[in-house]
């Protein structure tokens, strides 16, 4: 039923169409990179349950640089980059960075839970659904990262684990982003 509402909604589905062009371009690509888009397009918006049961809209976090991450708990590159999270969201948190992860893994909170404590992130983490990946051009590639500068457009995203410093460019990218829509 949603993806019908998806499919009938032109505004909707223009977005999910525009990103997985993108990501079907990227793919192109040897090697993973990030894509920076030339004209920035709105993140689709989504309501995704946290650890804690509360549930959080991308839009409760406009006014904030957001670095949106699919992940999974058994993605051994997405693993490689949790670190490189938890830095960034110390560094730059306080300049109005974001982080947020978003779990595709099947077990719910119930195998998410003890891997975020174990692991120590400290960043917002949500429960993925098939329904938000197939808004973000239906997540062939995990990790998979989107930059959201802090009017909700997405800016660049990348399909696969990319440099710690390319990351970090991307970061500061929407940090100062000025883009309005």
């Not at 993973?32 to 689709?44: E, G, N, Q, V, Y």
């Not at 893994?105 to 119930?110: A, C």
């Not at 960043?123 to 938000?132: A, E």
Request: aromatic letters at 10%.
């Amino acid at each position: 039923m949603a993806l019908y509402g998806i499919l009938m909604n032109p505004r909707l589905l223009l977005r999910a169409s525009t990103i997985a062009l993108c990501a079907a371009l990227l793919l192109i690509v040897n090697r993973p990179t990030t894509l920076r888009l030339s004209h920035p397009i709105p993140a689709p918006e989504f309501l995704l349950p946290d650890l804690n049961g509360s549930h959080e809209h991308l839009s409760d976090f406009r006014g904030k640089a957001i670095v949106l991450n699919f992940w999974a708990t058994w993605c051994t590159p997405c693993l490689r980059e949790i670190p490189w999270f938890i830095e960034f969201q110390k560094a730059y948190g306080p300049q109005g960075l974001q982080i947020i992860g978003e779990s595709m893994d099947e077990g719910g909170k119930d195998a998410i839970g003890p891997f975020v404590h174990r692991t120590g992130i400290d960043y917002t983490v949500l429960i993925g659904n098939g329904q938000v990946s197939f808004l973000y051009g239906q997540l062939e590639v995990l990790p998979t990262t989107y930059f959201i500068t802090r009017d909700g457009n997405v800016r660049a995203f990348a399909k696969g684990v990319v440099s710690r410093g390319e990351v970090e460019r991307d970061i500061k990218e929407i940090i100062e982003s000025k883009d309005t829509n």
